[in-house]
């Protein structure tokens, strides 16, 4: 049995990328803190902390479908980054989801087969001892 790690998930559960996320941190035995982010969103110093420690920049984590990203006006590459945090401040389900924190670092698990990386690097085991890799 690998040793307990941290993992952190920011999930929303009517998303079905990140319950296959989810069920895949799971399945390698490790039961990860849950962060339901529409009923507790992140700050702004969170999210900005988020993307520095996984190399992403605010429109990589901006969502589009399903959300008022059309509405207002968010493809405009005018924007400025603190104008994407306002408008995510605004409308949580602008995040996009599921986003991983391990100690490997911080990932946007889309597909969900992004989070094997992080749970290799983590050596999780799957179910039946299968290590959670590709």
Sequence with gaps: MPDPIDLVI???SA???S????????NAG??????????TPPNRALIR???????????????EKGTPYAELG???PA??????????????ILLNRPLVVSPKGVRLCR????VLDLLHAAGGVCEGGWRACR
């Design 19 to 26: 319950r296959n996320a989810l069920a895949m941190i799971r």
């Design 15 to 17: 998303c079905g990328t």
């Design 79 to 92: 924007l400025t980054d603190d104008q994407l945090l306002d408008a995510i401040e605004a409308h949580p």
């Design 111 to 114: 597909p969900s087969e992004a």
């Design 74 to 76: 968010l493809a405009d």
């Design 30 to 39: 490790i039961e990860p803190h849950v962060v339901e982010y529409l009923k």
């Design 49 to 63: 902390q988020l993307l520095r420690r996984g190399g992403l920049s605010v429109r990589d984590v901006l969502r």
């Design 10 to 12: 920011y999930h929303n």
